[in-house]
């Protein structure tokens, strides 16, 4: 199972700045089960973020749809339908999900509301694909969904190497994409290409003894 919290409130209602209609979409997969991203979590943020910008006088809206998993293209019906008539969607799953929304809606800015602590195992028969390093630094919703850490051979956090082919391949394997020429891409055809030219600080290795999260709202139940 992968295991999420939601990211400090301020930084999410940075990210809304200059967004007047938002849908919030809840995951009731891995974050509904760890409370960090399902309908309920979706509500109580919800009703923050209307709060506050109410509070700032701005013109805000956000409504929340929780589908049953954000990493499967078989829960998506509904969303589909009613997706076209938001600005933006802010997402209440893992970073898979944040990248396969971003990819099902490619035109639209997606943005994180979690970030991605750490994976739980899951033993059963399939293939996966990685797509989140739970690096606990989530920043897909400046780099249009698309995760340079895992998906970049040399998880180049600022930019491209010098690399990347004319045609958008990466140097470490031809049949690989270059993830900062697609996020490249991607950025320019959401108008946001003035993302790629902040610098992110050297990021602070955390990973090495086994990770523990308890939820804010339950604190107090397990403070000794």
């Known amino acids: ?9 301020e930084e999410i209602k940075e990210m809304m700045k200059g967004i007047r209609k ?8 891995c974050t509904s089960i760890c409370m960090a991203g399902g309908q309920r979590e979706v509500g109580i943020l919800n009703e923050e973020l209307q709060n506050a910008f109410k509070q700032d006088g701005a013109s805000f809206h956000v409504d929340g749809f929780t589908i049953e998993r954000q990493c499967n293209a ?13 600005e933006a969607l802010l997402s209440m ?30 033993r059963d028969i399939g293939w996966f694909e990685e797509s989140c390093r739970t690096c606990r630094e989530c920043v897909l919703g ?25 045609e958008g391949k990466c140097e470490v394997s031809k049949d690989t994409p270059c993830a900062w020429f697609e996020i490249y891409k991607r950025l320019k055809d959401q108008n946001r ?18 990770g523990t999260l ?6 107090k139940r397990y403070a000794k």
């Open 142 to 166: 400046e780099t249009a969904g698309i995760c340079p850490v895992t998906r970049c051979a040399k998880s180049l956090f600022n930019g491209p190497c010098g690399g990347t082919a004319q």
């Open 74 to 86: 078989d829960f998506f019906q509904e969303l589909d339908v009613i997706a076209s008539s938001y």
């Open 214 to 219: 308890v939820q804010e709202a339950y604190k």
């Open 93 to 122: 799953a893992c970073g898979a999900g944040v990248q396969f929304l971003a990819d099902r809606y490619p035109q639209k800015p997606v943005f994180p509301a979690l970030n991605t602590v750490f994976v739980g195992v899951d």
């Open 22 to 29: 938002v849908l919030n979409v809840g995951c009731g997969g």
């Open 193 to 210: 290409l003035e993302n790629i030219l902040k610098v992110k600080p050297a990021r602070e290795w955390r990973n090495q003894t086994q």
């Open 1 to 9: 199972m992968i295991v999420c919290e939601r990211k400090p409130f």
